[in-house]
């Protein structure tokens, strides 16, 4: 009887377990799931492009005088806001006009701007001042020409340009 008694309780405890879970909350319908990917983007590489012009003579240079060309652009192709700099003249004020020195004798200066081909601004970045164009776009031109009309002694005058993606 004792044997009985036990199992009696024993069936009445199992019994009471699968109760609790057969009333537990159920799911209804189909599940719905979301997935999106989180990408990390490697910094968008820049194109940049420089050359000096040829042939240029020391002695009386006029204003607007292009020394050298360049471009801009991205290797992805997408349009993009720029901005460059001359990375080794010497900032003359807030904008985009510079002062070189001569390789060969550092007292010989040639002050220089730069200008870009398409419509710029001017802003000052991280302690830099950057010449930045107004819009996106895939690629630019731009000029390194004489400002004032200037005396320029013979010389080496490096022209060291530095261009980056602009991110508001």
């Not at 990390?40 to 240079?61: D, M, P």
């Not at 200066?109 to 010449?131: H, P, Y």
Request: charged letters at 15%.
């Amino acid at each position: 009887m004792m044997i009985l008694r036990k199992l009696a309780l024993t069936t009445i405890f199992i019994g009471a377990g699968f109760a609790g879970i057969a009333h537990a909350g159920s799911l209804g319908g189909d599940a719905s799931t979301a997935s999106d990917d989180a990408v990390f983007n490697g910094s968008t590489q820049v194109t940049n492009k420089l050359s000096a012009v040829s042939n240029l003579v020391a002695g009386n240079v006029a204003h607007n005088t292009i020394i050298a060309t360049g471009s801009i652009g991205s290797v992805d192709g997408n349009a993009h806001r720029y901005v460059i700099r001359l990375a080794n003249g010497v900032p003359q004020g807030a904008g985009s006009l510079y002062e070189l020195t001569g390789n060969n004798n550092t007292s010989n200066k040639l002050k220089v701007a730069l200008n870009l081909d398409v419509g710029s601004d001017w802003e000052r970045i991280n302690g830099n001042g950057f010449t930045k164009t107004r819009n996106a776009i895939k690629s630019t031109n731009y000029r390194i020409n004489t400002y004032e009309g200037q005396y320029v002694n013979a010389d080496v005058y490096t022209i060291q340009s530095e261009a980056y993606v602009y991110n508001e």
